[in-house]
């Protein structure tokens, strides 16, 4: 595709349930991120692959949020028992390295509501 | 903790006139400099890059850095209605942790 692609767009689910969030980046793009931005604040890193490895997770905001890269494409954010506290869009973005020339494209977000 | 800030604002400018944005940032090993603008209820796009001191300019937008002051800042010439906004400034310092970005500053351009 044209640019980075997340879906689902919105997804509404239960407290304690598990959910699951995918990005598909743009084509070729080797690196991936994972940001999540709460009503009214700035942007929160949460992870970051290069290829299908994450050097570094200290973002994630807990053990219940995992996210796994396959085939250095598709990447999926997972996270389990949801809380209230997780309502928030979720965006991805890709860029073709992690050189700091390199920008970050953004998909259109997820937005999560925990009810 | 890398930290980058920003006036929330709102920033009030009226049209026709010039827009200045500021940010500073904490890590003096920065390297890359992004202005994104996000407009309400859409995912952020990229504006403009800076990697040395001094200004680039590109069409109404120009970003200034000053490395020695852990300073960027952006200016819109001839302000548009169409550019009220929020207006991230992000910061890349290398490593594991991507992207670092300011709250925002809201930009409010009066007709």
């Known amino acids: 595709g044209a640019g980075v692609s997340q879906s689902p767009s919105n997804k509404v689910t239960e407290k304690g349930k598990d959910v699951e969030l995918r990005c598909d980046p743009i084509s070729g793009h080797t690196a991936l991120y994972w940001y999540r931005q709460s009503l009214g604040q700035g942007l929160e890193f949460l992870i970051y692959?290069?290829?299908?490895?994450?050097?570094?997770k200290s973002g994630l905001p807990s053990d219940r949020f995992s996210a796994e890269r396959t085939g250095g494409s598709v990447s999926t954010l997972t996270i389990q028992r949801t809380q209230q506290e997780d309502s928030a869009v979720y965006l991805c973005?890709?860029?073709?390295?992690?050189?700091?020339?390199?920008?970050?494209?953004f998909g259109n977000g997820t937005r999560l509501t925990v009810t | 903790q890398k930290e980058v800030e920003q006036n929330s604002g709102p920033l009030s400018v009226p049209e026709g006139a010039i827009a200045s944005l500021n940010c500073t940032y904490s890590?003096?090993?920065?390297?890359?400099f992004f202005w994104y603008r996000q407009y309400s209820g859409k995912s952020p796009e990229l504006i403009m890059s800076?990697?040395?001191?001094g200004d680039k300019e590109d069409g109404r937008f120009t970003a200034q850095l000053n490395k020695a002051s852990q300073y960027v800042s952006l200016l819109i010439r001839d302000s548009q209605p169409s550019d009220s906004a929020t207006y991230l400034c992000?910061?890349?310092?290398?490593?594991?942790?991507?992207?670092?970005f300011g709250k925002g500053t809201h930009l409010i351009i009066q007709p």
């Open positions: 800076i990697y040395s001191n």
């Open positions: 692959f290069q290829g299908n490895s994450a050097p570094d």
């Open positions: 992000a910061v890349f310092g290398g490593g594991a942790d991507g992207l670092t």
């Open positions: 890590d003096r090993g920065s390297q890359s």
């Open positions: 973005a890709s860029s073709d390295d992690t050189a700091h020339y390199s920008p970050l494209h």
